[in-house]
């Protein structure tokens, strides 16, 4: 894991974005009638926006450990969504693929090479134009 930036400017601007994102909070749990919920919230927030503009230094423990959920929730996040791609979009071609008995690879045709002639195409200065 790569050692997060720790100056006074990162750890501001992460003191502010907590306080934004805790004060939304706060404002969706007002507008549900959790008003003890939203007084929470805003207490929080105004300790982030304080801590962030006034002494950004003492964010630094939080900032550390915020970063480190947040490489366990991103190593957890890709695998998860790339067993989800597996199983719900490869898996189902290739057994649709076996079922219909298509052979991409052209592996059925026993040939001493699998190169594919090309076609000869004109490869003079007017061939780069308008490739599309």
Do not use: Q
Not at 28 to 57: D, E, Q, T, W
Not at 103 to 121: C, G, M, P, V
């Amino acid at each position: 894991m790569e050692k997060p930036g720790l100056d006074k400017s990162a750890l501001r601007k992460f003191g502010v974005t907590m306080a934004s994102v805790f004060l939304v909070i706060s404002i969706l749990f007002f507008f549900r009638h959790k008003y003890n919920a939203a007084v929470n919230s805003l207490a929080v927030s105004c300790v982030f926006i304080f801590m962030g503009l006034i002494s950004p230094v003492l964010l630094r423990p939080v900032y550390i450990a915020w970063m480190r959920f947040a490489f366990i929730l991103g190593w957890i996040n890709t695998r998860v969504i790339l067993v989800i791609v597996f199983y719900l979009v490869f898996t189902p071609i290739g057994l649709l693929m076996r079922l219909f008995r298509v052979d991409l690879l052209e592996r059925k045709n026993k040939a001493d090479s699998y190169w594919k002639k090309k076609e000869k195409t004109d490869s003079g200065p007017l061939g780069y134009e308008r490739r599309f």
